[in-house]
Each structure stands twice: as structure tokens, then as C-alpha cells.
Nanobody, 125 residues
């Protein structure tokens, strides 16, 4: 079982910046690597969508709507991922979720995908 703890979020005005962070920890055992880790969001009345995430190959994938404005970064040693958001727009308003899937432990593998509790990001003037 993996726990994802998110921090950041809140209220921002259009054009402002905000940073989200997420750290993964295991209930038992030590996490050696995580295949996929990143950020997703869900706006009211919409489905959860990818914002930015690292794939198994280590490359970062972004939604077209955030390219050039958001930057995802990962600290493999700390099993953490961050999302730097700049040029925020009202349409970025959503609950942002940290997601992690494919967890490698020392000697075993967990193919499940885990979600954080979500953090609200509201962009409004």
C-alpha cells in the first residue's frame, strides 16, 4: 500500500504562479522506483485528466492545455513529484491529484495505481 501526500494549492489570481508537491511513502517496505508518477486534475462536471506525468521511460508528458506554462519535476531519491504552474488561468481551476502507478520494492512489484487525496486549485480574480 502506498500513500501519496500532497501539498500546495489554494487560491491564485489569473497570471500568478503556484507549486504543488507530492511525496510517496509505503506502509511497509522501501520504494525503489515508481514507473509512472505525476499530476492529474478534475474540474466540476468533468472527468479526471492528465496534467503532466513522468512515464516509465522517464520522459514527461503534458496536456496540450498546460504546455509552456506548467513544469513537472521529479526527485527519484525522495519518491516525490512537483508541479510548477505559471500563467494560471481560470480554466485551470480544479482538484489536482497526485498519481503513482507501478511501484517497485526491493524484491517485489505492485502494479496498482494510487491517488492522493487531492488539493483544490482555484484561479479567480
Amino acid at each position: 500500500q502506498v500513500q501519496l501526500v500532497e501539498s500546495g494549492g489554494g487560491l491564485a489570481r489569473p497570471g500568478e504562479s503556484m507549486r504543488l508537491s507530492c511525496a510517496a511513502s509505503a506502509a511497509s517496505g522501501k520504494i525503489v522506483n515508481i514507473n509512472i508518477m505525476g499530476w492529474y486534475r478534475q474540474a466540476p462536471g468533468k472527468q479526471r485528466e492528465l496534467v503532466a506525468a513522468f512515464s516509465r521511460s522517464g520522459s514527461a508528458n503534458y496536456a496540450d492545455t498546460v504546455k509552456g506554462r506548467f513544469t513537472v519535476s521529479r526527485d527519484y531519491a525522495r519518491n516525490s513529484v512537483s508541479l510548477q504552474m505559471t500563467g494560471l488561468k481560470p480554466e485551470d481551476t480544479a482538484v489536482y491529484y497526485c498519481g503513482a502507478g507501478g511501484i517497485w520494492y526491493d524484491g517485489s512489484f505492485d502494479n496498482q495505481h494510487y491517488w492522493g487525496q487531492g488539493t483544490q486549485v482555484t484561479v479567480s480574480s
